[in-house]
């Protein structure tokens, strides 16, 4: 028996639990694209998969509605891939192992990828209903959101003719999202020289911390690892000679870190020292977090007599420099729209090569000049370092449009629905409404979705009952937009 069998709404949730068997981290799209089309052609709707595995379905109108405009619903096809420490799961294999637990659902160990699969059950629900009044749909399925937004940087607007656009990959009910921030993903390279030293080798683990995404989640200011280790690691530096080996952690830019390694060699007679001012900075950071991290944990282990290449003085004093000073977390709030974020960045990803140290940032915000002016921050602690960076990704700001007829129905519809006033919002993470407005400027889009809690992390959950508000509310809308 399917797990989500009996979960209401039963036609949403058993799409959502047949994608979730479908392997589908981002650039591992092909399956979960393929099975879309598949989904169409045995319903005899039409259907359009482009070369990088977009999917476009078309529904027509149900009758009273043959000759409204079309509605694009859109959602995206991968999902973030992060896992508890010590799980076996696969992502490239493995189906999500889904349960319910406190009116949500879940999966073991992982994230569930109700961001954004939740957005491709529905709309795969609303191609298939047969009691759904609707206008001509235009279901666009994009691949590969969660890293540069090349699906949304690749869609054809010849193929569809509708205006107006939902996009359902918000985490929040009640909100609905009219902009996002602009972001810049900036990938550096610190030059390292090597040499062979001995001493005691000192290995250090920073995890447990609960991370999450780096957009939505970045003004609660949980503690990224990569920040953390650098702050110890220019204490111990500060206090004895010690030599860096490597440091390594975090698999995405948009994932605020939860782990980071690092292994420094110091002397023998000063390695009870070094593992004192560990101890002393665990204590310190606990004291600095409350209760925010409850799960924070320093793990050391020490190998005495150790003959290790490290990198030199001078490699080390640059990287524990870059790590102490490059700036990180909120950077500030929107001056319209009180509470709302405006900046920030992420130090997501650091990784050890044999002759220099590779890094990973998010910049975002819905500034134009903002996110270039903190761009602009980054690349000169980099240049000042020695260090060369590259923007692999950039994507703009998605303004507010003032004039939304979209909106107005959503707004309006929602009063009727809950019997208030939705939240107007803009978003602190990207959205592919702000490729898609760039690229067709006649587009009018709002987002909205259920409450996902925690997304980007292995305590992501999908709220049941919200998700049963929402579909009702999307449904609604649809009978609204004649």
């Known amino acids: 028996m399917a797990v989500l069998e009996k979960v209401e709404p039963e036609k949403?949730?058993?799409?959502?639990?047949?994608?979730?068997?479908?392997?589908?981290?981002?650039?591992?799209?092909?399956r979960i694209s393929d099975y879309c089309v598949a989904f169409a052609k045995e319903r005899g709707l039409e259907v359009i998969q482009d070369k990088v595995g977009n999917v476009?379905?078309?529904?027509?109108?149900?009758?009273?509605?043959?000759?409204?405009?079309?509605v694009i619903l859109q959602g995206h096809l991968d999902m973030v891939?992060?896992?508890?420490?010590?799980?076996?799961?696969d992502f490239t294999k493995d189906a999500l192992e889904l349960y319910v637990e406190d009116g949500f659902v879940k999966a073991k160990d992982t994230t569930l990828g109700g961001d954004d699969c939740i957005a491709v059950a529905m709309v795969m629900a609303v191609l298939d209903s047969s009691d759904i009044a609707h206008p001509p749909i235009e279901g666009l399925f994009t691949i590969d959101e969660e890293v540069g937004m090349t699906g949304a940087k690749a869609v054809d607007w010849t193929l569809l003719k509708g205006r107006m656009l939902i996009n359902i990959d918000s985490e929040e009910e009640g909100i609905l999202t009219t902009g996002c921030a602009g972001g810049i993903q900036y990938e550096t390279r610190i030059p390292i020289h090597r040499e062979k030293k001995s001493g005691s080798l000192i290995t250090i683990k920073i995890h447990g911390l609960k991370g999450g995404h780096s957009g939505a989640e970045i003004h609660k200011q949980r503690g990224n690892a990569h920040?953390?280790?650098?702050?110890?690691?220019?204490?111990?530096?500060?206090?004895?000679?010690?030599?860096l080996v490597e440091i390594n952690g975090g698999t995405k830019d948009?994932?605020?870190a939860m782990e980071s390694m690092a292994e420094i060699l110091v002397p023998e007679f000063q390695a009870e020292k070094a593992i004192g001012m560990i101890r002393e900075m665990t204590g310190i950071w606990n004291e600095e977090f409350l209760n925010d991290e409850p799960d924070l944990a320093v793990d050391m282990k020490v190998s005495h007599d150790s003959t290790v290449d490290v990198c030199d003085q001078?490699?080390?004093?640059?990287?524990?420099?870059?790590?102490?000073?490059?700036?990180?977390?909120?950077?500030?709030f929107n001056r319209s729209l009180k509470g709302v974020v405006e900046s920030s960045l992420n130090i997501g990803i650091v990784e050890t090569a044999s002759d220099y140290i590779r890094t990973v940032h998010l910049i975002r915000s819905s500034v134009e000049s903002r996110k270039t002016q903190l761009f602009e921050q980054v690349e000169q602690c980099v240049k000042a370092l020695g260090g060369t960076g590259t923007i692999t990704s950039e994507y703009p700001a998605w303004q507010?449009?003032?004039?939304?007829?979209?909106?107005?129905?959503?707004?309006?519809?929602?009063?009727?629905?809950?019997?208030?006033?939705?939240?107007?919002?803009?978003?602190?993470?990207g959205l592919e409404?702000?490729?898609?407005?760039?690229?067709?400027?006649?587009?009018?889009?709002?987002?909205?979705?259920?409450?996902?809690?925690?997304?980007?992390?292995?305590r992501e959950r999908l709220d049941i009952e919200s998700t049963v508000r929402t579909w009702e509310y999307l449904k609604k809308i649809l009978e609204n937009c004649r």
């Open 12 to 30: 949403v949730f058993r799409f959502f639990e047949e994608l979730s068997r479908i392997p589908h981290g981002t650039f591992d799209t092909r």
């Open 56 to 70: 476009i379905i078309k529904k027509p109108g149900t009758p009273g509605y043959e000759d409204s405009k079309p």
């Open 81 to 89: 891939c992060e896992k508890k420490p010590g799980s076996a799961h």
């Open 227 to 243: 920040k953390m280790m650098g702050r110890l690691l220019y204490r111990i530096t500060k206090e004895m000679p010690a030599d």
């Open 254 to 256: 948009n994932v605020i």
């Open 314 to 332: 001078y490699s080390t004093d640059r990287i524990v420099a870059y790590l102490e000073i490059c700036p990180d977390g909120l950077q500030g």
């Open 400 to 429: 507010f449009n003032p004039d939304s007829r979209l909106r107005r129905i959503m707004e309006d519809t929602y009063e009727d629905q809950y019997g208030a006033k939705p939240d107007i919002s803009t978003m602190h993470a």
């Open 433 to 458: 409404c702000g490729l898609f407005v760039g690229q067709q400027p006649d587009l009018d889009c709002v987002s909205v979705g259920p409450n996902i809690p925690d997304v980007h992390s292995f």
